[in-house]
């Protein structure tokens, strides 16, 4: 009776050994048929089972399964976290995930309460004219065009502050029309002490008449003329282009290291921007300048003026009147 026993628990142990096994399909076509080890068939490395002779056999890696042996694995709770990424999911999954990241990628705007509006934007022109960019080019072109107006006063023997002022009402415009104009003449010595007479209200009187019995007085003898100047020479800026040229040509003696006795008694008076300049020679030209030697007690100093500053040159006698 013992026997039986015996005999019937090997065949219940082995009927169990039969129905947990398990069969593996590989995709070339083999099988790997072995027990389940529990907590250690299945690893990210692949599946590992216990062969009917008791060995362990090697660990199959997950993509050599077949697709039948990957879709039967999912069913199993220690496979499925390896084997899901390797299983092609149905059409219909598919379409449903498609949707869902469809519907997260929608931006749904929702109209927001109480929300203030955002002022009217000015015209285009407008905000061009308050622009930081602008402001500086107007006050270029504004502050280019007095200064150019007063060297236009210069050239055209103008009074400055008539065309800077016009300038400064009609930027651009009021230099241009200035420098369209013709200069203006320059006045000579007698229509200037004319006017100076004229000023000071200077007239003649009238001679009364002598009696019939009254002599006629002698004649009044003539006095000495005086001393005879050469002329005084006068080039005002507008009459003559002041630049190298002009004094090389002009003032040909007065650049020479030593005066002739002619120009030894000569005086040349400069007035320029920076002011007015008496002195015999000229020490040296240049492009753009010239400089005058001027007299300062027993020394001399040397004066340098551009020659765009300068708006006038007299040539005179030491000792004639300064016209």
């Known amino acids: 009776m013992r026997r039986w026993f015996y005999i019937g628990l090997l ?3 082995a009927a169990f050994g039969l129905a947990a096994a398990e069969t593996f399909v590989l995709s070339d076509g083999s099988t790997l048929v072995g027990d389940l080890i529990p907590k250690s068939s299945f ?3 692949g599946v590992m089972v216990k062969t009917p002779d008791g060995k362990f056999s090697r660990r199959v890696p997950y993509k050599q399964l077949s697709k039948e042996t ?3 694995l999912l069913s199993h709770p220690e496979a499925r976290p390896f084997v899901e990424p390797l299983v092609e999911p149905p059409p219909e999954a598919i379409q449903i995930v498609e949707e869902t990241k469809r519907e997260n990628r929608e931006i749904k705007v929702k109209p927001v309460p109480n929300k203030l509006e955002m002022p009217a934007a000015p015209p285009k022109f407008i905000a061009l004219a308050y622009s930081p960019v602008t402001l500086l080019l107007f006050i270029l072109i504004y502050g280019g065009s007095i200064y150019g107006a007063y060297e236009i006063a210069i050239f055209k023997n103008r009074p400055a502050w008539l065309v800077c002022g016009t300038a400064a009402v009609l930027p651009v415009l009021g230099a241009v029309l200035f420098l369209l104009l013709p200069a203006a003449p320059v006045k000579s010595q007698e229509q200037l002490a004319a006017e100076a007479a004229a000023a000071e209200g200077a007239q003649p009187a ?3 008449p002598l009696p019939e019995d009254m002599p006629p007085p ?9 001393p005879q100047y050469p002329p005084t020479q006068v ?3 507008g009459q003559f282009i002041i630049n190298r040229r002009f004094f090389e040509t002009k003032f040909a003696p007065y650049l020479k290291p030593v005066l002739g006795d002619e120009e030894k008694d000569m005086q040349i008076i400069v007035r320029s921007a920076r002011g007015e300049y008496t002195g015999q020679k000229f020490s040296k030209i240049t492009p753009n300048e010239i400089y005058l030697l001027v007299a300062k007690g027993p020394a001399t100093e040397e004066i340098k003026l551009p020659f765009i500053e300068i708006t006038e040159v007299i040539l005179k006698h030491k000792d004639a009147p300064m016209p």
């Open 11 to 13: 065949w219940c142990v």
């Open 43 to 45: 690893n990210r490395d």
């Open 70 to 72: 990957l879709q039967r």
């Open 206 to 208: 009238e001679a009364e």
């Open 218 to 226: 002698p004649p009044e003898e003539e006095a000495p003329s005086g």
């Open 235 to 237: 080039f005002a800026r």
